[in-house]
């Protein structure tokens, strides 16, 4: 290089074809995760502040009576982030269940034709056809 100016040029264009290459070859993905996570809703809230408080309390004054409550209280608030989770689980899982339903009425339906579920999963695929015909 004769120059400063050309020396930063080949600069900036090594530089811009690392940045190329390297988005070329890993390319942006969102991140998923695998669960559904569930609503943490203003309900469930008040419960865990409920079970906090109580746990606090049965910690100061070493009541029975006090850690019955908490006891309680703890079940219920688990109870309810089971079925909290639950119903989220069902909600990420519906659309999924009615595609499943409807090839178990397609499988019903084959059955009833005596034909072989692969043999027309195979004919519907486009991968062979039915008694050798093209």
Do not use: F
């Given at each position: 290089?004769?120059?400063d100016?050309?020396?930063?040029?080949?600069?900036?264009?090594?530089?811009?074809?690392?940045?190329?290459?390297?988005?070329?070859?890993?390319?942006?993905?969102?991140?998923?995760?695998?669960?559904?996570?569930?609503?943490?809703?203003v309900?469930?809230?008040?419960?865990?502040?409920?079970?906090?408080?109580?746990?606090?309390?049965?910690?100061?004054?070493?009541?029975?009576?006090?850690?019955?409550?908490?006891?309680?209280?703890?079940?219920?608030?688990?109870?309810?982030?089971?079925?909290?989770?639950?119903?989220?689980?069902?909600?990420?899982?519906?659309?999924?269940?009615?595609?499943?339903g409807?090839?178990?009425?397609?499988?019903?339906?084959?059955?009833t034709?005596?034909?072989?579920?692969?043999?027309?999963?195979?004919?519907?695929?486009?991968?062979?056809?039915?008694?050798?015909?093209?």
């Amino acid at each position: 290089m004769k120059d400063d100016a050309g020396l930063g040029l080949a600069i900036d264009w090594v530089q811009q074809a690392l940045i190329s290459a390297y988005e070329d070859n890993c390319p942006l993905k969102p991140v998923t995760t695998s669960r559904q996570s569930l609503r943490w809703t203003v309900e469930l809230e008040a419960l865990r502040r409920g079970v906090r408080r109580l746990v606090n309390k049965c910690q100061s004054d070493k009541n029975p009576h006090s850690y019955a409550l908490y006891m309680e209280a703890q079940q219920n608030y688990r109870k309810e982030v089971r079925k909290a989770s639950k119903n989220a689980w069902r909600t990420s899982v519906a659309p999924l269940m009615t595609c499943l339903g409807q090839v178990g009425y397609i499988r019903l339906y084959l059955g009833t034709l005596k034909l072989s579920w692969d043999l027309w999963w195979l004919h519907w695929a486009g991968i062979c056809s039915p008694k050798g015909k093209p």
